[in-house]
């Protein structure tokens, strides 16, 4: 079946240093959600990414979107310890029915 | 606000005794969506409804049954718990089903089967 795979699947950065985590799926995927869920809380919705190639940025959280539609990543830059939680990819495949497959997730510590 | 909410927040319960989780919306979604999450993983989809129809996965134990009774409110019965069952219980919604628009997550039902 289709598999969502996240690295790395946890970071340890320093405040003020950039974070990426990458999204790979097994097969072509339609369109991308990322989710973030503090620890102790739920995931909550940040974006989607639909287009091939597609570059989207919120503040300091750039998320991309591969052209094979097959990978993403969320990047980070200057972290704040308020970005600490998992960060999940969730995808959904080409023409498969109707739900998302979340990928492994990447916890993300930040040391003040 | 708009929201989803999950009751009870913290759920103990013994081996074998049935224990009902439920959620509620304010946000006139058509879908209403059960996941399962154990610690440091994923959330795994149990089933969803998309109105009244009832979308089970393939890998969701019998044990694991719901109910709709109309728009706003949703439940998860759990017949006979096994200690495996220990988990966070997520209630999520969305406007349309197909993966292609926001889910939007409850706080989540932590349960502990003892």
């Known amino acids: 079946g289709q598999q969502v795979m996240q690295i790395p699947q946890y970071q340890h950065v320093q405040e003020g240093e950039d974070f990426t985590t990458y999204c790979n799926s097994s097969t072509t995927l339609s369109n991308i959600q990322w989710y973030k869920q503090r620890p102790g809380g739920h995931p909550v919705f940040l974006i989607q990414?639909?287009?091939?190639?597609e570059v989207k940025k919120q503040k300091r959280l750039t998320f991309q979107f591969g052209e094979a539609k097959k990978n993403s990543s969320l990047h980070i830059t200057a972290t704040q310890t308020t970005d600490v939680g998992t960060y999940f990819c969730?995808?959904?495949?080409?023409?498969?029915?109707?739900?998302?497959?979340f990928g492994t997730g990447t916890l993300l510590a930040v040391q003040p | 606000d708009a929201m989803v909410i999950q009751n009870p927040r913290y759920q103990v319960t013994q081996f074998g005794k049935p224990v009902t989780l439920s959620c509620s919306q304010t946000l006139n979604h058509n879908v209403m969506y059960w996941y399962q999450q154990k610690s440091s993983q994923a959330p795994k989809l149990l089933f969803h409804?998309?109105?009244?129809?009832?979308?089970n996965e393939a890998d969701t134990p019998d044990n694991f049954q719901s109910r709709r009774p109309n728009t706003s409110f949703c439940f998860l019965d759990i017949r006979s718990p096994g200690l495996g069952d220990t988990a966070m219980y997520l209630c999520?919604?969305?406007?349309?089903?197909?993966?292609?628009?926001?889910?939007?997550f409850g706080d989540g039902t932590r349960l502990s089967i003892l």
């Open positions: 409804y998309y109105d009244k129809d009832f979308n």
């Open positions: 990414l639909v287009k091939s190639g």
């Open positions: 969730a995808g959904r495949n080409r023409g498969a029915t109707n739900k998302l497959i």
């Open positions: 999520a919604t969305s406007n349309e089903p197909g993966g292609n628009q926001p889910q939007h």
